[in-house]
């Protein structure tokens, strides 16, 4: 088959949890011997570097940049469509058998005249307008509240008319699945995961470490409260005790950077080119998010990499967990119980993280995609 993924920003390097959703599904895609083009819209523009990376898993890369502009705000459209609106007049010239969109925001290019379609998909990262209703509540600025307040309704509406026109729904989340009453069209696809799991082992050193994307607030939200609540009591329970910061931006964000820097008992690494070693090191993972939608990437590559989740509910929804597979705390003090759980008993933990790993294993996304490819076909 002919593909194209329509994304709403650069998948690779794969930084944050969209991103690796999106470049490892590609890999699949490929893997399975389809003909994939990507075509992007953001803010910046794509290094030499990327383009040659696109150009080893996909057949053509098409760029537009993606625009904000002060009047889209008062448009009854979201502003995460307009800006995006780059993608009804690229250049494209193709016929396609599928086109995969990156969520409801990449709609535009269905109003593109250079490009025929037989099926038109729409991969559910979030249900968006609950995320961004989320967002708002983890910002402390009163102008970005504003912001959330405003696009949460003119995103509402937008999904429900694009969901009712997509031929099918690719859910992340088994939760917004089930909240989504389109059963007919939606389908589970999981995320991907197409490295080898590793096998969790027994660790010397007390070391703590949270991963994630530090532009997004609901991510600094609950790494602030961790931080505050949760971080100088393990530094007076635990010997040796030491928190791994390991975040991503996607530009120069100084204010971030000072305010991760100079932490007692604390590592900061940003944008770190390979993660693998702080998986190794890691004897505990926590994700202490309280708003979001959708999956979060980090619990499930976590995981994978074999270290034991500590993780709020939000932390590990829509993945289908159960409590015996990670360690689950939504309070101060269940929080910092859970970690000392995972330390003082590694037997316990590694059980909970092989049974995570088996209900991974045993939902791929590859079966799936397969599936839903030779529905098209």
Request: glycine share 4%; aromatic share 12%; net charge positive.
């Amino acid at each position: 088959m002919k593909i194209a993924v329509v994304s709403g920003f650069i998948p690779s390097p794969p930084i944050f949890g969209g991103a690796i959703d999106v470049w490892e599904r590609i890999k699949g895609l490929t893997s399975l011997g389809h003909e994939v083009d990507l075509v992007v819209t953001e803010k910046v523009n794509p290094t030499q570097k990327q383009i040659d990376e696109i150009a080893l898993h996909t057949r053509h890369f098409f760029f537009t940049r993606r625009k904000n502009q002060l009047q889209q705000l008062f448009s009854n459209l979201p502003l995460q469509f307009l800006s995006r609106k780059g993608l009804a007049s690229i250049d494209i010239n193709q016929t396609y058998d599928l086109v995969i969109l990156e969520s409801e925001f990449c709609w535009a290019i269905t109003l593109n005249k250079s490009i025929s379609y037989k099926n038109i998909v729409v991969r559910v990262h979030n249900i968006e307008s609950h995320y961004f209703k989320m967002l708002g509540k983890s910002s402390n600025s009163l102008r970005q509240k504003i912001y959330y307040k405003l696009e949460t309704s003119k995103i509402k509406h937008l999904s429900a008319l694009v969901f009712e026109k997509a031929d099918k729904l690719w859910f992340i989340s088994k939760d917004d699945l089930s909240a989504v009453n389109l059963l007919n069209k939606s389908v589970f696809m999981p995320f991907p995961i197409n490295d080898e799991i590793v096998v969790p082992t027994e660790k010397t050193g007390n070391n703590v470490v949270f991963m994630g994307s530090l532009f997004m607030q609901n991510n600094t939200f609950g790494l602030d409260w961790y931080l505050k609540n949760i971080h100088p009591l393990l530094i007076t329970e635990i010997p040796d005790y030491h928190f791994y910061i390991v975040g991503s931006l996607k530009e120069e964000n100084q204010e971030i950077q000072e305010k991760y820097s100079h932490l007692p008992h604390v590592t900061f690494v940003l944008n770190a080119p390979c993660l693998k070693q702080y998986y190794q090191l890691a004897k505990v993972f926590v994700n202490p998010m309280f708003h979001g939608s959708g999956v979060k990437v980090k619990s499930v590559n976590a995981l994978i990499n074999g270290v034991p989740l500590v993780s709020t509910s939000v932390g590990a929804e829509g993945i289908g967990l159960t409590h015996d597979m990670y360690f689950h705390a939504d309070e101060l003090f269940d929080f910092k119980n859970q970690i000392l759980s995972v330390i003082n008993n590694q037997q316990k933990a590694i059980e909970k993280t092989l049974k995570a790993q088996e209900y991974l294993k045993r939902n791929n996304y590859l079966d799936v995609l397969k599936t839903e490819l030779n529905a098209f076909s």
